[in-house]
């Protein structure tokens, strides 16, 4: 399970023109999800996700997590961070999950970072074309992998 977290001012996503969800200060969440995840990648990244220091204190430190500034959560699914592009100029995404198996991983991943954060958190519409829009806080931009926690 991969996943670009932003630190932002606010996000959206846009779908067929209407606002679908929007958060005010807060991280926007993309998440990928491969063939081989599982309840244990859940876990492991909701939580750090829950505790990762990354908006300032009163002396400009980050070392504020979600919960400590009040913010918000957008999850937004993004099967193309699994791309891989190793061969030709074509992107493969071979080794996203399909959609039986990523909707319900998915869906898992929301509710144990609602558990975690003890915070509602807005969603993308999974498989929908969507527009997402931000104004990055910093910026401030996080790459985790949960099969690289080393």
Same mark, same amino acid.
């Not at 908006?55 to 400590?68: G, I, P, R, T």
């Not at 399909?98 to 999974?126: C, D, H, M, S, W």
């Given at each position: 399970?991969?996943?670009?977290?932003?630190?932002?001012?606010?996000?959206?996503? $846009?779908?067929? &023109?209407?606002?679908? @969800?929007? %958060? !005010?200060?807060?991280?926007?969440?993309?998440?990928?999800?491969?063939? *081989?995840?599982?309840?244990?990648?859940?876990?492991?990244?909701?939580?750090?996700?829950?505790?990762?220091?990354?908006?300032?204190?009163?002396?400009?430190?980050?070392?504020?997590?979600?919960?400590?500034?009040?913010?918000?959560?957008?999850?937004?699914?993004?099967?193309?961070?699994?791309?891989? $592009?190793?061969? &030709?100029?074509?992107? @493969?995404? %071979? !080794?996203?999950?399909?959609?039986?198996?990523?909707?319900?991983?998915? *869906?898992?991943?929301?509710?144990?970072?609602?558990?975690?954060?003890?915070?509602?958190?807005?969603?993308?519409?999974?498989?929908?074309?969507?527009?997402?829009?931000?104004?990055?806080?910093?910026?401030?931009?996080?790459?985790?992998?949960?099969?690289?926690?080393?």
């Amino acid at each position: 399970m991969r996943v670009l977290i932003q630190r932002v001012k606010k996000a959206s996503v $846009t779908i067929e &023109g209407e606002i679908f @969800s929007e %958060i !005010n200060q807060g991280l926007l969440i993309l998440l990928g999800i491969e063939t *081989e995840d599982s309840q244990e990648d859940i876990d492991w990244l909701a939580g750090k996700i829950a505790r990762l220091r990354i908006f300032s204190d009163e002396n400009d430190a980050m070392n504020l997590s979600v919960q400590d500034v009040g913010g918000d959560c957008l999850v937004v699914s993004q099967f193309t961070l699994h791309a891989s $592009t190793k061969k &030709g100029n074509r992107p @493969s995404f %071979i !080794n996203a999950a399909k959609p039986e198996t990523a909707i319900p991983l998915y *869906e898992k991943f929301v509710l144990q970072l609602e558990n975690e954060t003890n915070r509602n958190i807005k969603t993308g519409n999974f498989g929908a074309m969507m527009d997402v829009a931000l104004i990055n806080d910093g910026p401030v931009t996080i790459w985790m992998d949960s099969k690289k926690r080393e």
